[in-house]
């Protein structure tokens, strides 16, 4: 992910010839934390694992990215996932920086007491290198607004009491009741429906009828399917961790979610749909594309056989560089990552906003905010792919590129 990350940035820095001095600021990350810490476990052991915190740049604003439970979580895993952050809120106008993090486990090896207890220490040794100034975490694979709101409880419990409430924003993606936001849990999803439709207007293409495949049915894959499905698209197939359905006739994402949500986060099983080889998912008959799930999922070996024209990016990172040019090619449309998933840091920014002004927003005004937003950058990322000639992510790249470079020009150096 981390050379993908760096091809697509040097690729629109060449093309606008990004000042030297600022490229080299970009190219690496400010700061990174590896934190080792013990937890005891249900059995009485204690258990050491390792967290990552990266934060990229700041120059805009706080740090901001979410914190991933993952075995594949590492160092170059965050600082790519630390960088697109720093793109996908400088694109959307953010006050923010780009920051990434999580944990290396599997957290389905672990109760839900060893969770909580493996959050709060991990937030404990990230100590103050995060704050609701200086770097906001947020959910991302496998972590949720729960985990969202034992940060919370952890961070504040470490600020005497007069300080306490002045950190409710330390975390964005929180339960309503600790401070979240309406909203904010359909914010991903909902944005990346949005992008399909403005895709859609576009493309003068009714989305009725027109079938999708989604791969990764959590937060952001079942939020997407919901509100295409409302639009009348037709969900024929998933894939998760841990296998592929498919039903031609569609997949009822209410009923999926139903049963994924009593099956601990499985799809197989479902009696709506027939289990799939998984090999052969990319390449099932559709209209529109979702991975939804991990990066690198798009590679050189399945690009040739997508028959999808839209690829709309709910994941950071799915489709590696190469793999976008065999898309690119075949005349494949992709609404690439920075702009597509972005719905979930602007939902973030509302949140922020709310608990910074003690405000609390419905969620109509919530959902119109954000549509407003989303429809700003997907314009400002069409006409710059038309001005520049260049494809769509080439175009977001260029466009949050293009703002930092500006701050940094303004603000010169230190010292
Ligand atoms: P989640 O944990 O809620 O869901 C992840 C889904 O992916 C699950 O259905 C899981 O089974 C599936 N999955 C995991 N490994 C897989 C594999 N190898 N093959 C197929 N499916 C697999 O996570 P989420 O919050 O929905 O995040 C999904 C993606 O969206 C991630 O790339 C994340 O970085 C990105 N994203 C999330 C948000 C957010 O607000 N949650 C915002 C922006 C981007």
New binding site residues.
């Given amino acids: 992910m981390l050379d993908n990350v760096m091809r697509q940035f040097n690729n629109a820095a060449d093309i606008i010839e990004l000042n030297k001095n600022i490229r080299k600021i970009l190219e690496v990350t400010n700061n990174e934390f590896i934190v080792h810490f013990p937890v005891r476990m249900d059995n009485g052991e204690v258990e050491i694992f390792t967290g990552y915190r990266v934060q990229h740049n700041n120059a805009l604003g706080p740090y901001k990215g979410?914190l991933?439970y993952?075995p594949t979580v590492d160092i170059d895993a965050a600082r790519a996932?630390a960088m697109w952050m720093t793109w996908?809120t400088s694109l959307a106008g953010l006050p923010y920086g780009g920051a990434k993090g999580g944990i290396q486990l599997d957290p389905t090896k672990y109760s839900q007491d060893e969770l909580q207890r493996i959050t709060r220490r991990f937030t404990y040794a990230l100590g103050d290198n995060i704050g609701p100034e200086l770097d906001i975490p947020?959910?991302?694979?496998?972590?949720?607004a729960q985990t969202m709101a034992w940060i919370l409880d952890t961070y504040m419990s470490t600020k005497s009491p007069n300080e306490r409430s002045k950190n409710l924003h330390v975390v964005t993606?929180k339960p309503i009741g600790a401070g979240g936001s309406e909203g904010?849990d359909r914010?991903?999803?909902y944005g990346v429906f949005l992008t399909i439709k403005f895709w859609a207007e576009n493309k003068k293409v009714d989305l009725k009828n027109k079938r999708f495949i989604v791969?990764?049915?959590?937060?952001?894959?079942?939020w997407a399917a919901h509100f295409l499905e409302k639009e009348g698209a037709i969900l024929t197939a998933v894939?998760?961790?841990?296998g592929s359905i498919y039903n031609e006739d569609g997949i009822s994402t209410e009923k999926l979610l139903e049963y994924?949500q009593a099956n601990k986060?499985?799809?197989l099983g479902f009696s709506g749909a027939n289990t799939m080889d998984?090999a052969d998912f990319f390449g099932l008959d559709c209209d529109i594309c979702i991975p939804?799930?991990?990066?690198n999922?798009i590679t050189v070996e399945n690009a040739p056989k997508i028959k999808a024209r839209l690829i709309a990016e709910?994941?950071?990172?799915?489709t590696d560089v190469k793999a976008e040019e065999i898309l690119l090619k075949r005349g494949v449309d992709i609404i690439p990552?920075i702009l597509c998933?972005?719905?979930?840091?602007i939902?973030?920014y509302f949140e922020w906003l709310q608990n910074r002004n003690g405000e609390i927003w419905h969620l109509d005004e919530v959902l119109e905010k954000l549509e407003k937003k989303m429809r700003e950058s997907f314009g400002k990322v069409v006409h710059k792919a038309k001005s520049k000639k260049v494809d769509m992510r080439t175009a977001a790249f260029i466009i949050a590129i293009e703002r930092l470079e500006e701050t940094y020009v303004q603000r010169g150096i230190f010292p």
């Fill in positions: 979410g991933r993952h996932l996908k947020a959910p991302d694979v496998n972590t949720n993606g904010r914010a991903t999803g791969q990764g049915f959590g937060n952001v894959g079942y894939q998760d961790a841990y994924v986060g499985s799809i998984s939804a799930a991990l990066g999922q709910g994941a950071n990172g799915p990552d998933n972005s719905g979930g840091v939902g973030s």
